[in-house]
C-alpha cells in the first residue's frame, strides 16, 4: 500500500536553531513529494515539492528538503528557526500524479 | 486574487439531512480535489476531478458524492450525513499536466459538524 509515514507529532526547537521534520513513505515507483505548512484556522499551504531532478529541493521561507531515494524518506529542514515557522506541517506523496496521501502531521514549536 | 473559495465555512446538522459544500476556483485549473482532516489521522483524500466530467475516488469515498459539470466548481454532497463525517473539510484545486497534478491550493476549509 503506497503511504507517507510522519513519525513525530510533535518537534520543539529553540528559534535560531536548525529544524528537521520527518517523513518517510513506502516505496512504489518513483514519488512526487511535497510539503505543505498549515498554520491556525487556515487552509494548507505549498512549501515545496520533489518531481525529479537535483535530490535537494529549496522552497518558501528559507525551508528545503531532501529526497534520499534509498532511505525513502523526505525530511524538511531549515537552518535558523523563527518563532513564525509554528505551525503544522504535513508530507505529501503522489505515484500516480493524481492520487494524494498525506502523512498525519507534525506540530512544530520554536521557542524563543 | 487567485483563490480557491469554500462555503459554508461551518455547518452544524444533523443526521440524515442531505448538504452541500460547494468549492469553485479562479485558477482555471484541471484538476480538484476533496479532503477531510482528523485529528491523528491527517488529510484523507475522498474525491479528485481531473477535468469537467471526470471524477475519480480517493482513499475514503464512501458516503460522499461530487460533481464537475464546470471547470471552476467541485461540489461535495452528503446525501445521508452521519456522525462519522464530522470532520474538517479542504477543497483543494491545481494545474495538471498528462503526467502529473502540481501543486495543489487549498481552500479555507469548512468545519463540519453532524448531530
Known amino acids: 500500500a503506497q503511504s507517507v509515514a510522519q513519525p513525530e507529532d510533535q518537534v520543539n526547537v529553540a528559534e535560531g536553531n536548525p529544524l528537521t521534520v520527518k517523513c518517510t513513505y513506502s516505496?512504489?515507483?518513483?514519488?512526487?513529494l511535497f510539503w505543505y505548512v498549515q498554520y491556525p484556522n487556515r487552509g494548507l499551504q505549498f512549501l515545496l515539492k520533489?518531481?525529479?531532478?537535483?535530490?535537494l529541493v529549496k522552497g518558501s521561507y528559507g525551508f528545503e528538503a531532501e529526497f534520499n531515494k534509498s532511505q525513502t524518506s523526505f525530511h524538511l529542514k531549515k537552518p535558523s528557526a523563527l518563532v513564525s515557522d509554528s505551525a503544522l506541517y504535513f508530507c505529501?506523496?503522489?505515484?500516480?500524479?493524481?492520487?494524494?496521501?498525506f502523512g498525519t502531521g507534525t506540530s512544530l514549536t520554536v521557542i524563543p | 486574487e487567485a483563490q480557491v473559495t469554500q462555503n459554508p465555512r461551518y455547518l452544524i446538522t444533523v443526521t440524515g439531512k442531505k448538504l452541500t459544500v460547494t468549492c469553485s476556483q479562479n485558477?482555471?485549473?484541471?484538476?480538484m480535489s476533496w479532503y477531510r482532516q482528523d485529528p491523528g489521522l491527517g488529510l484523507r483524500q475522498i474525491y479528485y476531478?481531473?477535468?469537467?466530467?471526470?471524477?475519480d475516488k480517493g482513499d475514503v469515498p464512501e458516503g460522499y458524492k461530487v460533481s464537475r459539470k464546470e471547470k471552476r466548481n467541485f461540489p461535495l454532497i452528503l446525501e445521508s450525513p452521519s456522525p462519522n463525517q464530522t470532520s474538517l473539510y479542504f477543497c483543494?484545486?491545481?494545474?495538471?499536466?498528462?503526467?502529473?497534478?502540481?501543486?495543489?491550493?487549498f481552500g479555507p476549509g469548512t468545519r463540519l459538524t453532524v448531530l
Open positions: 483543494a484545486s491545481s494545474l495538471a499536466t498528462r503526467l502529473f497534478t502540481d501543486t495543489q491550493y
Open positions: 516505496v512504489s515507483g518513483n514519488p512526487y
Open positions: 520533489y518531481i525529479t531532478g537535483d535530490n
Open positions: 505529501a506523496v503522489s505515484f500516480t500524479g493524481n492520487q494524494f496521501y
Open positions: 485558477m482555471n485549473h484541471e484538476y
Open positions: 476531478s481531473m477535468n469537467v466530467e471526470v471524477t
